[in-house]
């Protein structure tokens, strides 16, 4: 019997805690530096070097990436 192979999945997926990690540091970073609504979702991607859809796996938007930040600085 032969075995299906294995499915690969995506990359944010397969980090998972450390890639919501890298979108949170670089949310503080560019909140702090730019501003909460000068900073894109985009941007963040590209300072977590993720990709922007990997963050919408991780959070619904950029107001609960704020929030989340706001309750682990409390």
Known sequence: M???PERRRPAALRRGPETRAA???AAVE???RR???ATSMRSLASAAKVQPAAIYLWYPGKEAILIRLQDDFM
């Open 35 to 37: 501003g909460y609504h």
């Open 23 to 25: 979108i949170d540091a």
């Open 2 to 4: 032969v075995e299906a």
């Open 30 to 32: 560019l909140f702090a």
